[in-house]
């Protein structure tokens, strides 16, 4: 965790940034056990200044149940 200060000049809303080193990952989970949306995955990141950066997304539903 940073002091809420982005590399690229933004502001943390909570406070939070995170900088892997090379080879490490980030994992969140974007909703609730319950299924519900957490308002606190919202996110965004800094544009890569050098290097590369990757990102993978794996879409996750749920069956609707009566």
């Known amino acids: 965790a940073g002091t809420g200060e982005c590399s690229c000049g933004g502001k943390m809303?909570?406070?939070l940034s995170v900088k892997p080193l090379?080879?490490?990952?980030?994992l969140f989970w974007s909703m609730?056990?319950?299924g519900q949306s957490d308002?606190?995955?919202i996110h965004?990141?800094?544009e890569v200044l050098a290097g590369e950066?990757?990102?993978?997304?794996?879409?996750?539903?749920q069956k609707v149940t009566s």
């Open 53 to 61: 950066k990757w990102s993978a997304t794996k879409w996750m539903r």
């Open 44 to 46: 965004g990141g800094c």
């Open 22 to 26: 090379k080879g490490d990952a980030v």
């Open 13 to 15: 809303v909570k406070g």
């Open 39 to 41: 308002p606190k995955s």
């Open 32 to 34: 609730g056990l319950d």
